[in-house]
């Protein structure tokens, strides 16, 4: 049995993850962190000022990681000083917490650092690549909705996807919404929805005279980053030192 501590346990991923493992028969929830204690599936939820205590008393094979980019910092320190192996599925990271991130993990503990954990949306982004080879003089537009409750903006599966385009397109210039009187330039559009109880959705336009190509995912449940996280982690725990993507995961072409 691998056995699983989920941190940001009270979330919402935390609990589609904590049910998900709890109902796996090879995979053992041996706890929770967040903020206030608690009791998810069976087991106890520590306050984060403990999870270093919980840690050493269940020693985990995993740790699952669905908080806040801040929190995330602190348990990936956490989990790499104790010598767990990690899955990351936290976004939003600035470019400094994500150096301090890969110091934390590189030499010490194997991780999947993913900005999406859904087998389509890992799909999608290989199609995307394909695409943007060939697609390198359409106008381009990337659109991203998502609940209310959402705290980071553009998606962290938004940003891999403007990451891709640059490397597959060339780098363009990124203009978060628009308002007033201006001229389309060489740029890629990006907009942001906030709404209600949406999941995931993503679209990206390729434009061009009389014509527009349009690729997009839906996520209409949390299960399907929930089975692609329980999917890392059974892939994780064994593995060398270092950060790994779901494309690693899945053996996806690079
Ligand atoms: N990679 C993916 O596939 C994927 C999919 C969905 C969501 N996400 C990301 O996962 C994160 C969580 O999403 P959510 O919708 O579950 O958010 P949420 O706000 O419902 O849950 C986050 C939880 O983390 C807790 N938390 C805050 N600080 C903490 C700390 N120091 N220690 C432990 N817990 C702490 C919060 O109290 C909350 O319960 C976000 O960054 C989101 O963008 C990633």
Same mark, same amino acid.
């Given at each position: ?153 553009? &998606?962290?599966? $938004?940003?891999?996807? @403007? ?5 597959? +397109? =060339?780098?363009?210039?990124?203009? /978060? %919404? ?44 949390? &299960?399907?980053? $929930?089975?692609?996280? @329980? ?5 994780? +725990? =064994?593995?060398?030192?270092?950060? /790994? %993507? ?9």
């Amino acid at each position: 049995m691998i056995k699983v501590v989920v941190s940001g346990a009270s979330g919402r991923m935390g609990q589609t993850i904590g049910r998900m493992v709890s109902e796996s028969a090879d995979l053992e929830l041996v706890g929770g962190i967040n903020l206030k204690p608690g009791i998810f599936f069976g087991v106890d939820i520590v306050e984060s000022k403990n999870a270093e205590s919980l840690l050493q008393n269940v020693r985990p094979d995993v740790l699952i990681d669905f908080t806040i980019a801040h929190a995330a910092i602190g348990n990936i320190k956490l989990a790499a000083r104790n010598k767990v192996a990690l899955v990351v599925g936290t976004t939003g990271f600035t470019a400094e917490q994500t150096a301090d991130m890969e110091k934390a993990i590189k030499g010490y503990v194997p991780a999947v650092v993913s900005s999406n954990f859904s087998l389509g949306v890992n799909i999608f982004w290989q199609i995307l690549r394909d695409a943007g080879k060939l697609l390198k003089d359409y106008d381009i537009e990337v659109i991203e909705a998502h609940h209310r409750n959402k705290k980071d903006a553009p &998606s962290g599966t $938004a940003k891999t996807i @403007l990451q891709i385009l640059d490397a597959e +397109v =060339g780098p363009r210039k990124k203009v /978060y %919404g628009r308002e007033g009187v201006m001229e389309r330039q060489d740029e890629i559009g990006v907009h942001v929805i906030r709404g209600g109880d949406i999941v995931g959705d993503h679209k990206v336009m390729f434009s061009k005279n009389f014509e527009t190509i349009e690729l997009s995912h839906r996520a209409y449940d949390r &299960s399907v980053f $929930a089975t692609g996280a @329980l999917h890392a982690a059974r892939w994780v +725990v =064994g593995k060398k030192p270092g950060i /790994y %993507g779901m494309s690693d995961v899945l053996n996806l072409k690079k």
